[in-house]
């Protein structure tokens, strides 16, 4: 393994890494590329929809063809009766309003009389009445209509079903080849768009790959490893907040990063992501495209692009729009539309965001919290904002989440469903997962590997059943038996 | 039988399909849901006013009302999107509108160039100076930015007046036509309505979502991959366009302009107008902020003018709007377009009260 210098770059080669910067380039095709795998991913989908759009308004074309041959073909009694019922039910229902008013007046000169100690037998009566009135009023609309049905049914006596039969068998085979040169249309369509997409991908890998071979290869990690820390330092002043850590994530585990308060946990964390540059130690990764990358070269917004996402400890989702909306905001880099597109609002906008829809729907319904799509995140429960935040942290195709006490705040049986939860996104998705928690139930259940930290110092660092039995990290938590 | 094919049971034989008529209006009420053509509406609506006002249908001093609101709107908008969208705030409007009448001036009076041409300098200045703003906003936030732009304004101002202290621009040609002063509503109001409707893409955009999430919080934004620079950038850049543009509408309508004395249109009492104006309307809504600069710019001469009390002592006017600010901000912290919304819901309450005095409860 060998290290990279630490040689301090010129100004020339700052002002050149300006205008010719490969990294630069590498994004931009990444970008392009990722763009085009998820309108891969969408596109059956899409068609699908479409298809079935297209069906349904033949469909209702040809019902309507259809309506006056089945009139004459049906049993003229079923359909008077059927029409009937209808008809009184939407009575009944205006009905009811009245009967209210009635009860409600009664109800209030019932009160009116008690308070001034009157007898109230005279509004007893009175709604007796009413009532009588009403219900003499229904038997005479029912009559009406029993004498309009019995009318209908002498002037349409006669049921006729061979029109009936012989349109729709003729209608039915129309349909059926309709539906079937559609279906073919649509996947000769679906096959030749992938194709088109496929070949995108192939350009576009070509087109990294000889921008990559001209960029010398940085290092590499240990087989395995997706995430190497080494010696790390982060130092607030005189405040040593992290101090020379060091540890290896593998790929595809869960990683658990303890400690008692103030530890520097949250400080490993924004060091990773970039939100602190870090005083010293370096932090390799191997990106998306499998790549090494030394994590100090990139901004803090660019991080999100090499597959690293991550949540917050208190939930930080923009109240104002949608629960669907926020999962978008995660993709704000895929976009290919640049602002004067969205300014114009042209209808690109819109197909691009549908294609992200799409993706978002299917996480969402994985998380489980597919009802709450249209809600806004203002008054939503603390339980299901959790959630709503890692299903933003899944948006963007990462390698690695890191989730900042993704417990907190939780009750005990929503902390068990985040155990199979967590385990379910890994599997899933293959991703890895470094999470910092408090709840110790938590980690001891759902981490492979777990690091110990006390000051900024690693304590321990190993499977569950070694941290607990280690004596160091029982100190840090419960202090130093004294004999005495 | 398949009963779905019928579309309702009735007595008489005929299963009715809907006519021409009702399929066309189907298809105009699914447009009309389309915000863009609300704007547009509102447009034609506006001009069919103003002319009722010049032909004096209407009074005619409401015309000069209507047709300042509508020029101050356009930069009333642009504070919107920054304010309620970008979550920053700045006192530098004045300034920005003079970008806007200056570069009319120079353009037109100096260099007999056409109006339009003037507007399109005034938008390649206004990117400028909102680039130097929008890099300044990354380093500084909240009451230090407002303070910063505030003395970047009275920058501005200062140049205005060593430039030329009053000015005053000849008769407008647009396509060989000269414009008449009743007639500069037909370059204005349109502009308003371009500017509705880019700001209602924007901010329904990705780009409206990523400034929302960066006014919520920094962090989630940056951790999303939302760049700071960019999108504060981009704000302070529309910021300042639209208040160069509405700058340009300004001189149109008045003619005339002057620095001194902190009276004229770039002055900081303008800035302060327009924030005003927003936290009235409501600083998320583009209704709204056209509601409150109508407050702020329209109300005194069109109405609170022809109260005896109003025009006897014009000092009152300052007073009430004032009030209002206070009003507002204690009550209806989302502006005028809150109090609607709560007006809105307010009012089905009353029906469903007005239902239950006469029927009683639902008791199911």
Sequence with gaps: MAKISANKPSLMDKITKIFNNPQAKLISLRKKLQWVETEKQALPEIYESKKQRKLGAIKSGYDAKLSSAAFKACDKEEYATAAFNEKMQKYDVKAYMQHRAVNHALTKSIFAAIKKGEDYSAAVSKHDAAIQALKAKRARYEEKLLSEKAAFIKRNNTADDSEYVALKAKLQKEYDAIESSISEKYNVELEKKTAKLNAKIEKLNADIQAVKSTIPALKSLPENVLLSVKGLKMYFGGLKAVDDLTFDVKKGEIFGLIGPNGAGKTTVFNCITRFYNATGGDIYFENKAGEVVDMRDFKVHDVILQGISRTFQNVELVKEISVLENLLVACTREYQSNFWVHALGLPIVKKEEKLLKVKAMKILKFMGIENYASWLAMGLPYGILKKVEIARALMSNAKLIIMDEPAAGLNDSETAELTQTIRKIRDEFNVTILLVEHDMGLVMSVCDTVCAISFGKMLAIGTCEEIQKNKAVQEAYLGVEEDE | ?364
């Design chain 2, 1 to 364: 039988m398949d009963k779905k094919l019928f579309n309702k049971y009735s007595f008489d034989n005929a299963n009715k399909t809907p006519g021409f008529g009702k399929v066309v209006g189907e298809q105009v009420k699914k447009q009309l849901k389309n915000p863009v053509w609300h704007y547009i509406l509102f447009g034609i609506g506006v001009l069919f006013l103003l002319t009722l006002c010049i032909n004096k249908v209407l009074p005619y001093s409401w015309y000069g009302g209507f047709v300042i609101t509508a020029a101050y709107s356009i930069s009333s908008i642009g504070f919107c999107l920054l304010m309620g969208y970008s979550g920053m705030a700045s006192l530098g409007t004045g300034g920005f509108i003079g970008i806007g009448c200056y570069s009319i001036y120079y353009v037109m009076t100096l260099s007999g160039l056409p109006f339009f041409l003037g507007i399109l300098v005034a938008i390649v200045i206004a990117v400028v100076i909102g680039v130097i703003v929008g890099f300044i906003s990354l380093r500084i936030e909240s009451i230090y930015l407002v303070i910063l732009t505030l003395g970047l304004s009275e920058i501005l101002r200062n140049v205005y007046v060593k430039l030329q202290n009053a000015i005053v621009i000849g008769k407008v040609e647009i396509f060989g036509h000269t414009l008449k002063s009743t007639e500069t509503m037909y370059v204005i109001i349109p502009v308003l309505v371009i500017v509705m409707i880019i700001t209602y893409n924007i901010i329904s955009s990705p780009t409206g979502r990523a400034m929302l999430a960066m006014k919520n919080s920094t962090a989630a934004a940056q951790a999303m991959g939302i760049s700071l620079l960019k999108y504060r950038l981009m704000a302070f850049i529309i910021c300042t366009v639209f208040a160069a543009v509405s700058g340009s509408m300004i001189i149109l309508r008045n003619g005339s302009e002057t620095a001194s004395n902190g009276v004229g249109a770039y002055a900081l009492i303008t800035s302060l107008n327009v924030l005003a104006a927003v936290i009235i309307g409501g600083y998320k809504s583009i209704w709204g902020a056209i509601f409150g600069t109508f407050v702020m710019y329209g109300l005194s001469s069109t109405i609170l003018q022809r109260i005896e009390l109003f025009a006897n002592h014009p000092e009152l006017i300052t007073i009430v709007s004032g009030v209002l600010v206070i009003v507002v901000v204690m009550f209806y912290p989302g502006g005028l377009a809150q109090l609607l919304a709560g007006l809105k819901i307010k009012i089905k309450g009353l029906f469903k009260k007005m239902k239950e005095a006469k029927y009683g409860k639902d008791i199911g």
